[in-house]
């Protein structure tokens, strides 16, 4: 079935240290691919997205791009920031119609002073 | 423009008792969807409504769910009977439209706990 598979957390970093989360994506066809993020208490925000191969998704210094020959969308952030603690949700939608979102596990992110 | 709302924010029940939480999706929006998010993991669809139609209710247990949104008022995910294992964080989000392309909107999500 479709499905997505995160990088295992949690990931540690120091502020301005460079960010990368891996996702990829089992899919039978060509899904619309998203990050979103959720912080302590609260619901989850979009973060960034890409509808088609090749798409790059930017959104406050994050970066993905749809990578369909590798099936991944890797998040990327050069510089953290302690407001970046968070977790992360890779996610899909799309395929066969369907507009629900499949969820990878997500990955906790702190980031130290 | 008010985001998606839900309510309550915190819901406890005792097993047997009934849980109904509320979602009012952002204005303008008609396109529906409750998620469930069970602890250390990533979010679970469960359901997605348009306004008074059940579009794909393929994640809803077969059993002891429902969900409903009315031509009027916010939409129900309706859990009767509830047991220890329905305790989770249940989220709502919102979009103009259908369409796998598009972004949906969530709301701060309900947590329920079932002693």
């Known amino acids: 079935g479709n499905s997505v598979t995160q990088m295992e957390g949690p990931v540690t970093l120091s502020e301005e240290a460079f960010l990368t989360i891996n996702c990829t994506y089992t899919?039978?066809?060509?899904?619309?691919l998203f990050w979103y993020v959720q912080y302590p208490g609260e619901g989850l925000q979009l973060l960034l997205k890409?509808?088609?191969?090749?798409d790059k998704g930017s959104n406050k210094g994050f970066e993905a791009t749809y990578r369909k020959e590798t099936t991944s969308f890797h998040l990327e952030k050069g510089s953290v920031q302690v407001s970046d603690s968070a977790v992360y949700f890779c996610?899909?939608?799309?395929?066969?119609?369907?507009?629900?979102?499949?969820f990878g596990k997500g990955t906790k992110l702190t980031v130290n002073p | 423009n008010a985001g998606v709302m839900q309510n309550p924010r915190h819901l406890v029940r005792r097993r047997g008792q009934e849980a109904r939480l509320r979602c009012s999706p952002m204005?303008?929006?008609?396109?529906v969807y409750w998620y469930r998010q069970l602890p250390e993991e990533g979010l679970k669809f469960m359901v997605y409504?348009?306004?008074?139609?059940?579009?794909?209710e393929s994640g809803m247990p077969k059993e002891r769910f429902s969900a409903e949104f009315p031509k009027e008022g916010p939409s129900i995910l309706r859990i009767q009977q509830v047991v220890r294992g329905d305790s989770a964080a249940y989220f709502c989000?919102?979009?103009?439209?259908?369409?796998?392309?598009?972004?949906?909107?969530f709301g701060p999500g309900t947590r329920l706990l079932v002693l």
């Open positions: 890409a509808t088609k191969a090749d």
């Open positions: 899919a039978t066809g060509y899904p619309s």
């Open positions: 409504l348009q306004k008074e139609n059940i579009i794909d």
């Open positions: 996610a899909l939608s799309g395929l066969g119609g369907s507009e629900k979102l499949v």
């Open positions: 204005k303008g929006h008609s396109h």
């Open positions: 989000a919102s979009s103009p439209n259908g369409g796998g392309q598009e972004t949906q909107y």
